[in-house]
């Protein structure tokens, strides 16, 4: 596989997983064994992901969802609460 190709594949599974599980904590070590990649190659993909603002480091050093109120995951659990209810007229 094309060195390129496991990076995708890679910043993949680091998304599917906070996706997944919103609320994992994940130490860098737990992640590179996750997505397959040597710890300093996935640091740069969690790096890369906690500059986006897509997650954010503990006190501890492990990786969270980085949750706020526009959050990918907010944003359609926001969605789902308010369907069904009447809006207000104009």
Do not use: N
Request: glycine residues 6%; charged residues 20%.
């Amino acid at each position: 596989m094309e060195a390129s190709t496991r990076i995708v594949v890679a910043l993949g599974r680091l998304k599917g997983l906070f996706f997944e599980f919103p609320e994992a904590l994940v130490s860098l070590d737990e992640a590179s064994c996750i997505v397959g990649l040597e710890p300093h190659h996935c640091h740069a993909l969690l790096s890369a992901l906690e500059d986006v603002r897509f997650l954010e480091r503990t006190a501890d050093g492990k990786y969270s969802l980085r949750y706020v109120e526009a959050s990918p995951i907010a944003a359609p659990m926001a969605m789902l609460a308010s369907a069904g209810q009447p809006t207000a007229a104009a």
